[in-house]
């Protein structure tokens, strides 16, 4: 079974820093990886995902991943962040092996401040 | 507009009183899945389901029922709630519950049992 850990749960930046919220994954097979983003009081919704091919994976509203097999990793980043950014991002696993549910980590505030 | 609806929104309730949360989508996705999601511990499944009548347990489906009559809705149960089941609660879906595929979320219903 796949699993997914986010070490921090809080993550504070000014505005216009840059950003880098981690996530490690586990699994025994191959997997797809997404980044959701949860803006307060509303569900969530797909910031990007890693399918196969390049590595360095774009999102919307200039966050981008990246791909690391070796070191199971799969960082979100964003170079200069708004405060409109702030919100809670949740990075998630399912296995590339026909129908598989996807697991969350527990997600990672971000709190952008001026 | 494709969406995930969700109703109520917000639900105060107390112990052993049965109620039900409607879920919703327009997109004509066969799979669909019930999350609850608590502080720290991030989402958690509860109980999916791959089409019409077919539902299947997900991780935490203790105290919940679900049911599958119509591919646009997935209604999740409580028959008899209790305090620990106060939590946020999403219904998402997507296209076949391939594991690349993006799901859908609806807004969330916050449930209180008191």
């Known amino acids: 079974a796949q699993s997914v850990t986010q070490l921090d749960s809080q993550v504070p930046v000014f505005e216009e820093a840059p950003v880098e919220l981690r996530c490690n994954y586990s699994s025994s097979v191959s997997v797809y990886l997404f980044w959701y983003v949860q803006y307060p009081n509303q569900g969530l919704q797909l910031l990007l995902k890693y399918l196969s091919g390049s590595t360095l994976v774009k999102g919307i509203n200039g966050f981008e991943a990246e791909f690391n097999k070796s070191q199971t990793s799969f960082h979100l980043r964003k170079p200069s962040v708004h405060i409109s950014d702030t919100a809670e991002y949740f990075c998630a696993v399912s296995e590339d092996s026909g129908y598989s549910t996807l697991t969350f980590g527990k997600g990672t505030m971000l709190l952008v401040s001026p | 507009e494709a969406q995930v609806t969700q109703n109520p929104r917000y639900l105060i309730t107390v112990t052993g009183k049965k109620l039900t949360v409607t879920c919703s989508q327009n997109?004509?996705?066969?799979?669909m899945s019930w999350y609850r999601q608590d502080p720290g511990l991030g989402l958690r499944q509860i109980y999916y389901s791959m089409n019409v009548e077919v539902t299947d347990k997900g991780d935490v489906p203790e105290g919940y029922k679900v049911s599958r009559k119509e591919k646009r809705n997935f209604p999740l149960i409580l028959e008899s709630p209790s305090p620990n089941q106060t939590s946020l609660y999403f219904c998402?879906?997507?296209?076949?519950?391939?594991?690349?595929?993006?799901?859908?979320f609806g807004p969330g219903t916050r449930l209180l049992v008191l």
């Open positions: 998402a879906s997507s296209l076949s519950g391939l594991g690349f595929e993006t799901q859908y």
């Open positions: 997109m004509n996705h066969e799979y």
